[in-house]
């Protein structure tokens, strides 16, 4: 009788693991082919060429990654040292530089601008100038920046310099704030002609980390911008030139165009990870650590998420990945990039809202799309903060063109309207809904 059960159960377990076996190897070829023939398609039309989407090459006497000051960092490496690290600069408690998004005014008084010079004493604050002075020369000199990618890296892997671009930037700004407060009107427009420069330096930049250090530069610059208007300190030449540098600005092409590049790296990327059955726990979101024994961050992951996305990660059925890998291309291409209306400057507020939709009916079968779901858990978040950037570049804009009305016609206008077509091509447009800026001018002097 035991002997008969026996042989009862491991025939079913025989039939068992030769059903799951051949679920395997049919979802697998099944999985594979879809995208293989998606993926045909998208290749037809050039979607899907990374190249197509790479960075053109530039001599070395126009790179800027070429000067002696910038090689060492590329490739970048966090804990090597490197001359732009004298930017770092101490900034006094007591400065109130403001947010100009909140509406609080800055206040730099001259007493501030000494402390931030005595603070990092007469030796540091020269060596930092003297080093922006040489950063402003090599990028006349050398207009682009084209460095060479880690073909071995992922996308989100690719060593990049954002902390010593984004310091310099910083310290720039600071020495504008500096100018501003000394009325020396132009050498504060030079600097902030080199913040947003050194934002829009590499193309070829993780998308999200490019679309990041460029808005970061935008309001550095915009807040000497703003510090300037305070203090009546531009004239319409410079009023005109900072209107000239802030309308050259559309985030969200710049976003849209990073994008389109990232789908094309991304998916030949993720597509040879499942191909090497390198899908990790990370990719499904589980935390992984870095495997050092010496580790506190790792010691800090309790052992049962590691347990639990390690045997995720080894019975997810690859045809699934495949399955999940097309369908994340789709919603790129769909919504992602759908929803950017690049040319008019704003969202599609209904692709958008369609997206959301999608995204919360894929949550509902996770355990089927959980690669999509992990992946593009923040889908909008980077589309949603380069259209408020965009909003605030039409703020600053039309504040250079109602200054400039002022100046010439010693009042302030009506309305935006007003402006056009002599010192304000079209009224800026909100970027999530497309209406036209607000604008108001009450009685005084604000607006």
């Not at 989407?53 to 090689?71: G, I, S, W």
């Not at 100038?129 to 402003?136: F, R, W, Y």
């Not at 056009?420 to 036209?436: F, Q």
Request: hydrophobic share 40%; glycine share 6%.
């Amino acid at each position: 009788m035991l002997k008969k059960i026996a042989v009862r159960v491991l025939f079913a377990l025989a039939v068992l693991v030769t059903g799951v076996a051949l679920y395997y190897t049919a979802s697998l070829w099944h999985g594979r082919q879809a995208w293989r023939t998606y993926f045909k398609a998208c290749e037809a039309t050039g979607e899907l060429d990374p190249e197509k989407f790479m960075p053109a090459p530039a001599a070395d006497d126009q790179n800027l990654a070429k000067t002696p000051l910038f090689a060492e960092l590329f490739p970048y490496r966090k804990d090597q040292p490197h001359r732009l690290d004298a930017l770092l600069l101490d900034i006094p408690r007591d400065l109130q530089m403001g947010s100009w998004q909140k509406g609080e005014q800055p206040q730099v008084r001259a007493a501030d601008l000494e402390a931030l010079k005595s603070e990092n004493g007469a030796t540091g604050w020269r060596e930092a100038t003297a080093l922006l002075d040489e950063v402003q020369k090599a990028m006349r000199d050398r207009p682009r920046c084209v460095y060479t990618r880690d073909p071995t890296a992922g996308l989100n892997e690719q060593p990049y310099p954002a902390r010593p671009f984004h310091r310099t930037a910083m310290a720039f700004e600071l020495r504008a704030l500096c100018a501003v407060g000394e009325r020396r009107a132009e050498a504060a427009l030079a600097d902030v002609r080199s913040i947003l420069q050194l934002g829009f330096l590499c193309p070829d930049a993780v998308p999200g980390m490019a679309a990041l250090l460029q808005q970061a530069a935008f309001h550095k610059a915009s807040r000497i911008l703003w510090t300037g208007l305070a203090a009546g300190l531009w004239n319409e030449g410079q009023l005109a030139e900072l209107q000239r540098l802030f309308e050259d600005l559309n985030f969200l092409d710049t976003l849209k165009r990073r994008y389109i590049g990232e789908r094309a790296i991304g998916a030949q990327y993720l597509e040879s990870q499942i191909e090497q059955g390198k899908i990790t726990p990370g990719y499904y979101g589980y935390p992984e650590g870095c495997g050092r024994p010496d580790c506190d961050s790792c010691s800090a992951i309790p052992r049962r998420q590691k347990v639990t996305g390690k045997a995720v990660a080894w019975l997810y059925p690859r045809g699934w990945q495949y399955q999940n890998l097309l369908e994340l291309d789709r919603f790129n291409a769909r919504y992602v990039l759908g929803c950017i209306r690049a040319e008019e400057r704003r969202l599609d507020a209904r692709i958008l809202d369609e997206g959301e939709a999608r995204m919360a009916e894929l949550q509902k079968t996770k355990i089927l799309h959980a690669l999509v779901v992990n992946l593009l858990s923040h889908w909008n978040f980077h589309i949603e903060q380069a259209a408020q950037a965009q909003d605030f570049v039409g703020y600053a804009v039309a504040a250079c063109a109602v200054e400039r009305f002022r100046l010439a016609r010693e009042r302030l206008p009506v309305s935006l309207g007003e402006l056009a077509p002599e010192y304000l091509a079209a009224v800026p447009v909100r970027a999530l809904d497309g209406t036209p800026l607000e604008y108001r001018a009450p009685a005084g002097d604000g607006y």
